[in-house]
């Protein structure tokens, strides 16, 4: 555990803001889309045995599950001084359990006793096989919590669209269950062609998904945004994706033990009525909603749009600065925040998106608010005359501003 003095006067010294360390996950079964901004030669910073980086995390307090060779703190943030000497590097992590309700407020403290949510880029060159996100009946069974998420696409790091800009989701309104036992079965057998039985739909950068637990899904190669609770438990029920075999062991991730080999259970875990939904686009594709008019938030000196709002575990915002322009923006809850666009200042705080990262480097692009900061409201001011400021600020459970 971190020092508490230490904690409470960085905290105190930034304003109630806290500046955030870039933390990277690999992922041994994914080819880096080389979106997210690392140095060319960095991407495989890990060595092969861990695989290509491909994911970013953001304001996470959740630890990631990489199989044996995860590290000891791989996935959780840290949070550096304002001058960012090395020394001084701490998990947020410890922040929450020192601040509690004074970083993520009472609300949440109380209800949760954790940061419950985090956000990532999912940066893949494929799309990923088939896979689910199990529920939580499912999840406490290994000691987790299920995993909600969802999906949007920023232009800012889109610049190609990889090689599948498709995701698949659910399951074709028909399909039997018979259908799918036998998809299972034939794991081991090459291509399970579960794929076969569902519905890709065409991504489209600046719009949303949301992604319920229990839903099968094969994300596509767009670079993704992705707040989500908690979570990192999956399961992956496709065995073959373009030319990649997938382990059987990632069949059987987050089963407990005893459920191993046992494809009933495998059929458990899957939300049947959600995956055969005939009007899953309606129910989750998200489209921007801006906060309120406008043609009044320009006079302010900036947009702001919800681009994620279909779940009640969290919820994220598009924040946009105006180029020359300053704004004042007030939230009701913590949240934390990364840049995708421009450079200017936060409070005292000097914000800027960077064109390239080397593994380990200190950046000025992600931050945590905590509540009192939101509440009381932060100043924005774009320094240049050109671009925008553009920021994702991805929120926990129940935003108390989300109202649509």
């Given at each position: 555990?971190?020092?508490?003095?230490?904690?409470?006067k960085?905290?105190?010294?930034?304003?109630?803001?806290l500046?955030l360390?870039?933390?990277?996950?690999?992922?041994?079964?994914?080819?880096?889309?080389?979106?997210?901004?690392?140095h060319?030669?960095?991407?495989?910073?890990?060595?092969?045995?861990?695989?290509?980086?491909?994911?970013?995390?953001f304001?996470s307090t959740t630890?990631a599950?990489?199989?044996?060779?995860t590290?000891k703190?791989?996935?959780?943030?840290?949070?550096?001084?304002k001058?960012?000497?090395?020394?001084?590097k701490?998990l947020?992590?410890?922040a929450?359990?020192?601040?509690q309700?004074?970083?993520?407020?009472?609300?949440?403290?109380?209800?949760?006793?954790i940061w419950?949510?985090?956000?990532?880029?999912?940066?893949?060159?494929?799309?990923?096989?088939?896979h689910i996100?199990h529920r939580d009946?499912?999840?406490?069974?290994?000691g987790?919590?299920g995993?909600?998420e969802?999906?949007?696409?920023?232009?800012?790091?889109?610049?190609?669209?990889g090689?599948?800009?498709?995701?698949?989701?659910?399951?074709?309104p028909?399909?039997?269950k018979e259908?799918?036992?036998?998809?299972?079965a034939?794991?081991?057998?090459?291509?399970?062609?579960?794929t076969s039985?569902?519905?890709?739909y065409?991504?489209?950068?600046?719009?949303a998904?949301?992604?319920?637990?229990?839903?099968l899904h094969?994300?596509?190669?767009?670079c993704?945004y992705e707040?989500?609770?908690a979570?990192d438990?999956f399961?992956?029920?496709?065995?073959?994706?373009?030319g990649?075999l997938i382990p059987?062991?990632?069949?059987?991730?987050n089963s407990?033990?005893?459920?191993?080999?046992?494809?009933e259970?495998?059929?458990?875990?899957?939300?049947?009525?959600?995956n055969?939904?005939?009007?899953?686009?309606?129910?989750h594709?998200?489209?921007?909603?801006?906060?309120?008019?406008?043609?009044?938030?320009?006079?302010?000196?900036?947009?702001?749009?919800?681009?994620?709002?279909?779940?009640d575990?969290f919820?994220?915002?598009e924040?946009?600065?105006?180029?020359?322009q300053?704004?004042?923006?007030k939230?009701?809850?913590?949240y934390g925040m990364?840049l995708?666009?421009?450079h200017?200042?936060m409070e005292?705080?000097?914000?800027?998106?960077?064109t390239l990262?080397?593994?380990?480097?200190?950046?000025n692009?992600?931050?945590?608010?905590?509540?009192?900061?939101?509440?009381r409201g932060i100043e924005?001011?774009?320094?240049?005359?050109?671009e925008?400021?553009?920021?994702?600020?991805?929120?926990?459970?129940?935003?108390?501003d989300?109202?649509?």
């Open positions: 555990m971190a020092n508490k003095a230490t904690v409470q960085i905290f105190e010294e930034g304003g109630e803001i500046r360390v870039p933390t990277w996950v690999p992922r041994v079964f994914c080819i880096p889309g080389r979106r997210i901004k690392l060319p030669d960095d991407y495989y910073a890990l060595g092969a045995s861990r695989g290509g980086i491909d994911e970013r995390w304001s630890k599950d990489n199989g044996p060779l590290s703190n791989e996935g959780l943030s840290f949070f550096i001084q001058d960012g000497l090395e020394r001084d701490l947020l992590k410890d929450v359990e020192v601040l309700e004074e970083l993520i407020g009472k609300r949440l403290w109380d209800e949760y006793g419950s949510i985090y956000s990532k880029f999912f940066d893949n060159q494929n799309a990923l096989p088939h996100h009946e499912h999840a406490k069974l290994v987790q919590r995993k909600p969802a999906y949007y696409f920023p232009p800012q790091v889109n610049n190609h669209v090689n599948f800009p498709y995701t698949f989701f659910g399951l074709i028909g399909v039997t259908q799918v036992k036998a998809s299972l034939a794991f081991t057998e090459g291509d399970n062609k579960l039985l569902s519905r890709a065409k991504l489209e950068p600046s719009t998904w949301n992604v319920p637990p229990g839903v094969a994300p596509g190669s767009l993704t707040p989500q609770f979570s438990v399961a992956m029920y496709e065995s073959l994706t373009h990649q059987e062991e990632l069949l059987w991730k407990p033990e005893e459920k191993k080999g046992n494809i259970y495998l059929m458990e875990v899957i939300d049947w009525d959600l055969t939904d005939p009007d899953f686009y309606n129910n594709f998200m489209l921007p909603k801006p906060v309120k008019d406008i043609e009044r938030m320009k006079s302010e000196g900036y947009i702001e749009k919800w681009i994620c709002y279909k779940s575990l919820s994220a915002k924040l946009t600065i105006l180029p020359g300053e704004a004042f923006i939230d009701n809850a913590a990364i995708t666009q421009g200017g200042m005292n705080w000097k914000i800027e998106t960077p990262i080397r593994y380990g480097q200190f950046t692009d992600e931050f945590f608010v905590s509540e009192n900061a939101a509440k924005f001011r774009n320094l240049s005359e050109l925008p400021i553009v920021m994702l600020k991805h929120f926990g459970p129940e935003n108390p989300l109202k649509l």
